[in-house]
């Protein structure tokens, strides 16, 4: 089956609706708007008994690959994805291992502590991805247009997760990868991955913004290749995280899907791969988001919910009030406001995607909420209690959903999945958060 021209990319602004060939290396259209990756071609909803029949790879990488298994719904390379040595010569994979072991759990200690029954809250650990976070999923899918373009060398603005994938990956294909970080702002654990696959540390002064900027710059200047989630075909390889969910619910949607929310990459994510399953029919209910900011890095919160001049956020069906945002950026520079959390994987005042965000926010009738960063670290550490690792921007999912029910706005019958975005990258989170007698879940050393 030829499958020529059957994906492109387009614009996200349906008043300007630019489109380019999937080749490109565009990350904004013309005009500077978002781009998505656009497929002609309807998957039969067949190839669910497929996937199914994946998950046991007979020594497929490409079956064993928590993201290629679902190759046919993000087949931007046009390939015929039943041809191995097709695959082999497209698409990037970790030997298999990205997204392998990522797919929902019952975690009772966390249910308890929610407040809701074991058997209506699932919980998705994406740490457990070969560099320790969810980038792998798409790190993987941005890797593969890098080398279908030719590109030698791959860049990013990041504060810890993002460094340690691209660096994982351009070790194993050969590349190089430059990664421009904010100085001062990262836990030594998190850039200890980026120099150990040999990627190039950049350091700015300033904050995860203003790295990125920079990184952009680079790329535009230089003739690098971006995969920051700006790129977007590092949003196609998280579509993955939902499917996953899905598959092992049997595509039956939960109500709910919660997310914290940093650069806003996983809820654009989950927003593309809701919209077209739901227009391939694949799925008959939209489950709501729930994207979960931080206190100290609250910009979608704030926007969303009217807590800046009163008016409340919406994408408005493509004609989203852009004036709006860049006065709070305004407002944040006026008054030196930067994003500050612990959590440093979402210590981010501007979301890259936040109007696919806001997209996703508008199709599934999201939400969006904060939380305190020692409300997080609880979540985190009641995870810890089931015998999972995670870190404390994920603990922002667990203490979101146990929020949003006590605010009646998730009922507690409802069906919940949260996403568990990465591993614990800062040992001494942990060891200082048990160290206090005062913490909820603390265990202090004895002597
Ligand atoms: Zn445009």
Same mark, same amino acid.
């Given at each position: ?5 059957d994906?492109y ?9 630019l489109?380019?060939?999937i ?9 500077g708007?978002?781009?998505? =990756?656009?497929y002609?071609?309807?998957?039969s ?5 497929e996937?199914?029949?994946?998950r046991?790879?007979?020594g497929?990488?490409?079956n064993e690959?928590g &993201?290629w ?13 039943e ?17 392998? *072991?990522?797919?929902p759990?019952?975690?009772s200690? !966390? ?11 699932w ?5 457990y ?14 890797v593969?247009? !890098?080398k279908m373009i030719?590109?030698k060398?791959?860049?990013?603005a990041?504060?810890?997760?993002t460094?340690?994938s691209? #660096?994982?990956f ?12 904010p100085?001062g702002q990262i836990?030594?654990?998190?850039l200890?991955?980026?120099?150990q696959?040999?990627a190039q540390?950049?350091? &700015? ?8 900027k920079?990184s952009l710059?680079?790329? *535009? ?5 971006? &995969? ?8 196609e +390889?998280?579509?993955?995280? $939902?499917?996953?969910?899905l598959?092992?619910l ?7 899907? &919660?997310y914290p929310? +940093?650069a806003l #990459? ?5 927003? %593309?791969?809701?919209?077209e399953?739901?227009e391939?029919g ?9 994207v979960?900011?931080?206190? #100290?890095?609250?910009t979608?919160s704030d926007?969303?919910n ?15 009030n852009i004036?709006l ?7 944040l520079d %006026?008054e #030196?406001?930067?994003p500050?959390?612990?959590?440093? !994987?979402i210590q981010? +005042?501007r979301?890259?995607?936040?109007? %696919?965000g ?10 969006v909420t904060?939380?305190?960063?020692s409300?997080?670290?609880d979540g985190?550490?009641?995870? +810890? ?11 922002a999912? =667990?203490?979101?959903i146990?929020k949003?029910i006590n605010d009646?706005?998730? %009922?507690?019958?409802d069906? =919940?999945v949260?996403i568990l975005?990465g ?13 206090n007698?005062?913490n909820?879940?603390?265990?202090? $050393?004895?002597?």
């Amino acid at each position: 089956m030829t499958m020529q021209d059957d994906a492109y990319l387009k614009c996200i602004d349906p008043q300007c609706g630019l489109e380019y060939p999937i080749k490109s290396t565009n990350v904004q259209c013309d005009k500077g708007h978002m781009l998505d =990756v656009k497929y002609k071609n309807k998957p039969s909803d067949k190839l669910k008994e497929e996937f199914y029949k994946r998950r046991n790879s007979l020594g497929n990488i490409f079956n064993e690959s928590g &993201v290629w298994r679902f190759r046919e719904l993000l087949n931007f390379c046009q390939i015929d994805t039943e041809n191995l040595e097709e695959c082999s010569k497209y698409l990037v994979s970790l030997d298999g291992a990205e997204g392998r *072991q990522s797919k929902p759990y019952h975690m009772s200690k !966390a249910a308890k502590f929610i407040g809701t029954s074991n058997e209506n809250l699932w919980l998705q650990p994406e740490g457990y991805n070969p560099s320790g976070s969810f980038k792998d999923n798409g790190m993987a899918t941005a890797v593969t247009h !890098a080398k279908m373009i030719g590109a030698k060398r791959i860049v990013c603005a990041s504060t810890g997760n993002t460094s340690a994938s691209a #660096g994982m990956f351009a070790a194993n294909e050969g590349m190089d990868c430059d990664v421009y970080i904010p100085a001062g702002q990262i836990a030594p654990g998190k850039l200890g991955q980026a120099y150990q696959f040999g990627a190039q540390i950049i350091q &700015v002064d300033g904050n995860f913004d203003d790295a990125l900027k920079q990184s952009l710059e680079d790329v *535009q200047n230089n003739n690098g290749y971006t &995969v920051n989630s700006i790129n977007p075909f590092r949003i196609e +390889g998280q579509k993955t995280i $939902p499917f996953r969910a899905l598959e092992y619910l049997n595509w039956e949607s939960p109500d709910w899907i &919660v997310y914290p929310g +940093g650069a806003l #990459g996983n809820t654009s994510s989950c927003g %593309k791969a809701l919209m077209e399953l739901y227009e391939w029919g694949w799925i008959k209910k939209i489950p709501r988001i729930a994207v979960i900011n931080s206190e #100290g890095a609250s910009t979608l919160s704030d926007l969303y919910n009217g807590k800046f001049e009163e008016e409340e956020l919406r994408w408005n069906k493509g004609k989203p009030n852009i004036e709006l945002i860049t006065r709070y950026y305004n407002h944040l520079d %006026k008054e #030196g406001i930067r994003p500050k959390t612990k959590a440093t !994987a979402i210590q981010i +005042g501007r979301p890259t995607n936040i109007l %696919k965000g806001l997209r996703a926010l508008e199709f599934t009738n999201g939400i969006v909420t904060t939380v305190s960063d020692s409300e997080m670290l609880d979540g985190m550490s009641v995870v +810890g209690l089931n015998g999972f690792d995670c870190e404390m921007a994920s603990g922002a999912t =667990v203490v979101g959903i146990k929020k949003l029910i006590n605010d009646e706005i998730i %009922k507690k019958d409802d069906m =919940v999945v949260g996403i568990l975005t990465g591993r614990q990258k800062d040992a001494m989170l942990p060891v200082e958060y048990h160290n206090n007698p005062e913490n909820k879940f603390a265990k202090p $050393p004895k002597n």
